[in-house]
T-cell receptor, first 111, second 114 residues
Framework: DQQVKQNSPSLSVQEGRISILNCDYTNSMFDYFLWYKKYPAEGPTFLISISSIKDKNEDGRFTVFLNKSAKHLSLHIVPSQPGDSAVYFCAASGGSYIPTFGRGTSLIVHP | DSGVTQTPKHLITATGQRVTLRCSPR?????VYWYQQSLDQGLQFLIQYYNGEERAKGNILERFSAQQFPDLHSELNLSSLELGDSALYFC?????????????FGPGTRLTVT
Protein backbone atom coordinates (compact mmCIF):
# COMPACT_ATOMS: atom_id res chain seq x y z
CA ASP A 1 0.00 0.00 0.00
CA GLN A 2 1.89 3.01 -1.29
CA GLN A 3 0.99 6.13 0.61
CA VAL A 4 3.27 8.29 -1.53
CA LYS A 5 3.22 7.68 -5.26
CA GLN A 6 5.42 8.97 -8.01
CA ASN A 7 3.75 7.56 -11.07
CA SER A 8 6.38 8.60 -13.59
CA PRO A 9 9.54 6.50 -13.24
CA SER A 10 11.39 8.79 -15.61
CA LEU A 11 11.24 12.20 -17.26
CA SER A 12 13.32 13.62 -20.08
CA VAL A 13 13.60 17.39 -20.58
CA GLN A 14 15.61 19.75 -22.76
CA GLU A 15 18.08 22.07 -21.08
CA GLY A 16 16.51 25.45 -20.35
CA ARG A 17 12.97 24.09 -20.27
CA ILE A 18 10.78 23.45 -17.25
CA SER A 19 10.86 20.09 -15.47
CA ILE A 20 7.72 19.12 -13.59
CA LEU A 21 7.85 16.16 -11.25
CA ASN A 22 4.62 14.96 -9.72
CA CYS A 23 3.72 13.20 -6.51
CA ASP A 24 0.43 11.99 -5.05
CA TYR A 25 -0.29 10.93 -1.51
CA THR A 26 -3.17 9.14 0.13
CA ASN A 27 -2.73 9.78 3.86
CA SER A 28 -4.60 12.92 4.91
CA MET A 29 -2.53 13.03 8.12
CA PHE A 30 0.57 14.05 6.19
CA ASP A 31 1.32 17.69 6.90
CA TYR A 32 4.89 18.18 5.71
CA PHE A 33 6.27 17.34 2.32
CA LEU A 34 9.80 17.13 1.06
CA TRP A 35 11.75 16.57 -2.12
CA TYR A 36 15.11 14.86 -2.12
CA LYS A 37 17.57 14.57 -4.98
CA LYS A 38 19.83 11.58 -5.42
CA TYR A 39 22.86 11.20 -7.65
CA PRO A 40 24.30 7.74 -8.39
CA ALA A 41 26.53 6.34 -5.65
CA GLU A 42 25.40 9.05 -3.23
CA GLY A 43 22.72 9.28 -0.59
CA PRO A 44 19.62 11.43 -1.10
CA THR A 45 20.06 15.12 -0.33
CA PHE A 46 17.31 17.40 0.88
CA LEU A 47 16.15 19.81 -1.79
CA ILE A 48 13.03 21.68 -0.72
CA SER A 49 10.04 21.25 1.55
CA ILE A 50 6.57 22.63 2.12
CA SER A 51 4.23 22.66 5.07
CA SER A 52 0.56 21.90 4.60
CA ILE A 53 -0.32 25.45 5.65
CA LYS A 54 1.24 26.70 2.42
CA ASP A 55 0.49 25.98 -1.20
CA LYS A 56 3.79 27.11 -2.67
CA ASN A 57 7.41 27.31 -1.64
CA GLU A 58 10.18 28.66 -3.83
CA ASP A 59 13.94 28.33 -3.57
CA GLY A 60 15.86 29.63 -6.54
CA ARG A 61 15.08 27.50 -9.58
CA PHE A 62 13.02 25.07 -7.51
CA THR A 63 9.38 25.55 -6.61
CA VAL A 64 7.11 23.08 -4.88
CA PHE A 65 3.35 23.36 -5.21
CA LEU A 66 0.91 21.65 -2.88
CA ASN A 67 -2.74 20.96 -3.69
CA LYS A 68 -4.19 19.55 -0.49
CA SER A 69 -7.64 18.91 -1.86
CA ALA A 70 -6.17 16.76 -4.62
CA LYS A 71 -3.49 15.31 -2.33
CA HIS A 72 -0.97 16.23 -4.96
CA LEU A 73 2.33 18.04 -5.01
CA SER A 74 4.71 18.91 -7.75
CA LEU A 75 8.27 20.11 -8.08
CA HIS A 76 9.06 22.61 -10.80
CA ILE A 77 12.62 23.22 -11.93
CA VAL A 78 13.09 26.29 -14.11
CA PRO A 79 15.28 26.46 -16.08
CA SER A 80 16.42 22.86 -16.09
CA GLN A 81 20.16 22.23 -16.27
CA PRO A 82 22.11 19.06 -17.13
CA GLY A 83 23.38 18.98 -13.54
CA ASP A 84 19.80 18.50 -12.41
CA SER A 85 19.83 15.01 -13.89
CA ALA A 86 19.21 12.77 -10.89
CA VAL A 87 16.55 10.71 -9.18
CA TYR A 88 14.03 12.83 -7.30
CA PHE A 89 12.18 11.40 -4.32
CA CYS A 90 9.01 12.85 -2.94
CA ALA A 91 8.45 12.28 0.79
CA ALA A 92 5.65 13.07 3.22
CA SER A 93 5.54 13.26 7.01
CA GLY A 94 2.83 13.24 9.62
CA GLY A 95 2.92 13.36 13.38
CA SER A 96 5.70 10.79 13.70
CA TYR A 97 7.94 12.93 11.44
CA ILE A 98 9.41 9.81 9.89
CA PRO A 99 8.99 10.58 6.19
CA THR A 100 7.37 8.13 3.82
CA PHE A 101 9.14 8.10 0.48
CA GLY A 102 7.91 7.56 -3.03
CA ARG A 103 9.80 5.33 -5.47
CA GLY A 104 11.46 8.22 -7.23
CA THR A 105 11.46 9.79 -10.67
CA SER A 106 14.61 9.75 -12.77
CA LEU A 107 15.07 13.13 -14.44
CA ILE A 108 17.34 13.43 -17.45
CA VAL A 109 18.10 16.91 -18.72
CA HIS A 110 19.53 16.90 -22.23
CA PRO A 111 22.00 19.61 -23.28
CA ASP B 1 29.26 15.62 1.64
CA SER B 2 26.39 15.30 4.14
CA GLY B 3 28.67 14.57 7.09
CA VAL B 4 27.10 11.14 7.59
CA THR B 5 29.50 8.28 7.00
CA GLN B 6 28.69 4.66 6.29
CA THR B 7 30.93 1.63 6.05
CA PRO B 8 31.46 -0.50 4.14
CA LYS B 9 30.43 0.90 0.76
CA HIS B 10 29.94 -2.54 -0.73
CA LEU B 11 29.35 -5.92 0.83
CA ILE B 12 28.99 -9.26 -0.91
CA THR B 13 28.02 -12.26 1.15
CA ALA B 14 26.23 -15.57 0.92
CA THR B 15 22.76 -16.58 1.98
CA GLY B 16 22.50 -17.52 5.63
CA GLN B 17 25.33 -15.25 6.68
CA ARG B 18 25.29 -12.28 9.05
CA VAL B 19 26.64 -8.79 8.36
CA THR B 20 26.99 -5.53 10.24
CA LEU B 21 26.61 -2.12 8.64
CA ARG B 22 28.00 0.91 10.40
CA CYS B 23 26.91 4.53 10.43
CA SER B 24 28.31 7.67 12.01
CA PRO B 25 25.89 10.60 12.15
CA ARG B 26 26.72 14.25 11.57
CA UNK B 27 28.42 15.97 14.45
CA UNK B 28 25.75 17.10 16.92
CA UNK B 29 22.94 14.96 15.50
CA UNK B 30 21.35 12.61 18.03
CA UNK B 31 18.95 10.75 15.75
CA VAL B 32 19.94 7.97 13.40
CA TYR B 33 17.58 6.39 10.89
CA TRP B 34 18.08 3.28 8.80
CA TYR B 35 16.44 2.80 5.40
CA GLN B 36 16.42 0.03 2.85
CA GLN B 37 16.14 0.68 -0.88
CA SER B 38 15.51 -2.39 -2.98
CA LEU B 39 15.49 -2.37 -6.77
CA ASP B 40 12.86 0.07 -8.09
CA GLN B 41 11.57 0.68 -4.60
CA GLY B 42 11.45 3.81 -2.56
CA LEU B 43 13.28 4.22 0.67
CA GLN B 44 11.71 1.91 3.23
CA PHE B 45 12.13 3.11 6.79
CA LEU B 46 13.53 0.40 9.07
CA ILE B 47 14.29 1.90 12.47
CA GLN B 48 15.23 5.09 14.31
CA TYR B 49 17.43 5.63 17.33
CA TYR B 50 17.62 8.78 19.36
CA ASN B 51 20.53 9.29 21.74
CA GLY B 52 21.00 5.57 22.23
CA GLU B 53 17.38 4.57 22.53
CA GLU B 54 15.06 3.06 19.97
CA ARG B 55 12.54 5.73 18.99
CA ALA B 56 10.54 4.31 16.10
CA LYS B 57 10.25 1.09 14.16
CA GLY B 58 9.21 0.65 10.58
CA ASN B 59 9.21 -2.35 8.30
CA ILE B 60 12.17 -4.03 9.93
CA LEU B 61 12.37 -7.80 9.79
CA GLU B 62 12.96 -9.82 12.95
CA ARG B 63 16.23 -11.03 11.41
CA PHE B 64 17.44 -7.43 11.46
CA SER B 65 18.46 -5.48 14.53
CA ALA B 66 20.16 -2.22 15.26
CA GLN B 67 21.70 -0.29 18.09
CA GLN B 68 23.15 3.13 18.76
CA PHE B 69 26.24 3.39 20.90
CA PRO B 70 27.23 6.07 23.45
CA ASP B 71 29.37 7.82 20.84
CA LEU B 72 26.16 7.96 18.73
CA HIS B 73 27.37 5.77 15.92
CA SER B 74 24.91 3.07 14.93
CA GLU B 75 25.12 -0.45 13.61
CA LEU B 76 22.54 -2.40 11.64
CA ASN B 77 22.86 -6.16 11.97
CA LEU B 78 21.37 -8.37 9.30
CA SER B 79 21.30 -12.11 9.94
CA SER B 80 20.19 -15.27 8.16
CA LEU B 81 20.54 -13.32 4.96
CA GLU B 82 18.32 -14.10 2.01
CA LEU B 83 18.64 -13.16 -1.65
CA GLY B 84 15.85 -10.64 -1.18
CA ASP B 85 17.90 -8.71 1.36
CA SER B 86 20.12 -7.48 -1.45
CA ALA B 87 19.60 -3.73 -1.44
CA LEU B 88 21.07 -0.35 -0.70
CA TYR B 89 21.01 0.45 2.99
CA PHE B 90 21.06 4.11 3.93
CA CYS B 91 21.65 5.72 7.23
CA UNK B 92 20.45 9.25 7.93
CA UNK B 93 20.72 11.63 10.83
CA UNK B 94 18.82 14.69 11.92
CA UNK B 95 19.47 17.50 14.38
CA UNK B 96 18.20 17.22 17.96
CA UNK B 97 15.76 20.07 17.58
CA UNK B 98 14.12 22.02 14.82
CA UNK B 99 13.14 20.49 11.52
CA UNK B 100 13.54 16.78 12.20
CA UNK B 101 11.91 15.94 8.89
CA UNK B 102 14.98 17.11 7.02
CA UNK B 103 17.34 14.21 7.27
CA UNK B 104 20.92 14.00 6.11
CA PHE B 105 21.78 10.78 4.36
CA GLY B 106 25.01 8.87 4.13
CA PRO B 107 26.24 7.44 0.82
CA GLY B 108 24.79 4.02 1.57
CA THR B 109 26.03 0.45 1.76
CA ARG B 110 25.26 -1.78 -1.19
CA LEU B 111 24.61 -5.31 0.06
CA THR B 112 24.63 -8.19 -2.39
CA VAL B 113 23.56 -11.59 -1.14
CA THR B 114 24.52 -14.48 -3.43
Amino acid sequence: DQQVKQNSPSLSVQEGRISILNCDYTNSMFDYFLWYKKYPAEGPTFLISISSIKDKNEDGRFTVFLNKSAKHLSLHIVPSQPGDSAVYFCAASGGSYIPTFGRGTSLIVHP
Amino acid sequence: DSGVTQTPKHLITATGQRVTLRCSPRSGDLSVYWYQQSLDQGLQFLIQYYNGEERAKGNILERFSAQQFPDLHSELNLSSLELGDSALYFCASSPPAGVAYEQYFGPGTRLTVT
